[in-house]
């Protein structure tokens, strides 16, 4: 199930949704007219360069946790990773796609729907994961050997998952005459936007597969997985809220794509984290064990850090009004 999830409806679910504009088929003005997608994309570019923020940050509480807590030699660069790479594709889309359906278009969440612009944040952040990520997981004396076996071909091909994929081709069909075509072709698009609708489901079941296997205290002390849990589904969303507070100042007015921003910090360990673990040298169950701590505590977690969102962004003096 979870590589049809992967692989399959959410691909899905971002494609359809990055060429997605309601046609009314009414042949009134009921309907807003559908943003220009290039402008979409103009109007993000700060989510573009936001990873390296987001990761830069997330390993400097992560090493930060790993000396204060005197992580196990064999999970000490482990702990480091589990702070700075989050879930960046199924949970925000399950989180975005949610919020998205409970604010009206034109409510206090901008006028985009959020999920359009995290294909932006994805362009480069999969890359950080698996390439900043891969190098932070060597040992300390084959680092520079990694820094050569590891090229950039490599890098590619583990940073150009299917979700990234799917993403890149909406944008890519968006910002061309390609887009004009899916109209000969509806049959198809419903298609793949109902297998879309599938991805939030088979999600939550996913996860749940996954907490029903425990967690194992054995390999993980849990000072260490207390500290993870406190630096990623706390710290994170706090100073990332007093980061945006300053971006904003210097970017755009919008909240959809602030929202986005904010979502991203506060979601739990990616998965594959695991297995990047695995293959620098680290112990896969503490891993394993971290990520089902996190995912403990996120119903509490995530839903005071987007309720705590949403508060700063309704707020004139966090977001001044566009």
């Not at 570019?45 to 000396?67: E, N, Q, R, S, Y």
Request: aromatic share 8%; charged share 10%.
């Amino acid at each position: 199930m979870g590589e049809i999830t992967m692989k399959l409806a959410i691909p899905a679910l971002l494609f359809s949704r990055i060429l997605y504009c309601d046609q009314c088929n009414t042949g009134g003005n009921q309907c807003a007219p559908c943003q220009p997608f290039v402008s979409i994309i103009l109007s993000s570019w700060i989510l573009f360069v936001l990873p390296m923020v987001v990761v830069g940050l997330g390993v400097l509480l992560g090493k930060t946790a790993a000396v204060l807590t005197s992580a196990p030699s064999d999970f000490s660069r482990g702990t480091v990773c589990a702070v700075a790479f989050g879930n960046s594709t199924g949970l925000p889309i399950v989180l975005l796609s949610v919020i998205s359906l409970g604010t009206p278009a034109t409510g206090s969440m901008g006028s985009i729907d959020p999920l359009l612009r995290l294909p932006v944040y994805l362009m480069l952040y999969p890359v950080l994961q698996w390439g900043v990520g891969r190098y932070l997981l060597k040992e300390d004396e084959d680092s520079e050997k990694a820094g050569h076996s590891f090229g950039f071909r490599a890098m590619l091909e583990q940073a150009l998952v299917p979700p990234v994929i799917a993403a890149l081709l909406g944008l890519v069909i968006g910002v061309s005459p390609v887009r004009a075509w899916m109209v000969d072709v509806t049959w198809l698009y419903d298609g793949i936007y109902k297998l879309g609708d599938a991805a939030v489901p088979l999600n939550l079941l996913v996860l749940g597969s996954a907490l029903s296997k425990g967690a194992n205290f054995e390999a993980l002390p849990i000072r260490v997985g207390v500290a993870i849990v406190l630096c990623k589904l706390v710290l994170m969303p706090l100073c990332m809220s007093l980061i945006v507070y300053g971006l904003i100042r210097i970017g755009p007015k919008d909240a959809s794509l602030w929202l986005v921003a904010l979502i991203v910090s506060c979601t739990p360990t990616a998965n594959n984290v695991a297995v990047m673990a695995e293959s620098g040298g680290q112990n896969k169950d503490a891993m394993s064990t971290a990520i089902f701590l996190q995912y403990l505590v996120a119903p509490l977690c995530v839903a005071t850090s987007i309720a705590y969102f949403n508060m700063l962004l309704s707020s004139t003096w966090y977001l001044p009004a566009m």
